[in-house]
């Protein structure tokens, strides 16, 4: 088990990239609006190369670090991974969103050399 100083900071983390992580997702769809609705050309490749950068260096990064935060935070508590349904449901949950920011993130590559 996890020290009580330990235990609070897994919680911050993964409360952190959890909501941050949902928050990131809006951004970039707010961006994909913006890139999909704009008849200005300048607008819809400034759209598509600030939704690039947020999916490598925010959305990516903060698919990996909510999943495994949440991980750190059932197997050191008294929650464990399997002891509740629904914490294994979330952590289910996350691993096809996880895939679906991946794939996202390779049309980009291929949406931005275009």
């Given at each position: 088990m996890m020290t009580p100083r330990f235990r609070k900071f897994a919680l911050t983390a993964h409360v952190t990239s959890s909501v941050a992580w949902l928050g990131a997702v809006a951004s970039f769809l707010a961006l994909a609006v913006a890139g999909l609705t704009s008849q200005d050309a300048q607008m819809v490749r400034a759209a598509y190369l600030a939704m690039d950068l947020t999916a490598w260096c925010v959305i990516v990064p903060l698919s990996f670090a909510s999943p495994l935060t949440g991980l750190v935070q059932s197997l050191g508590t008294e929650w464990g991974l399997f002891r509740?349904?629904?914490?294994?449901?979330k952590f289910l949950i996350t691993i096809p969103a996880r895939s679906s920011c991946c794939c996202t993130?390779?049309?980009l590559a291929i949406w931005h050399a275009w």
């Open positions: 509740h349904y629904w914490v294994l449901i993130c390779g049309q």
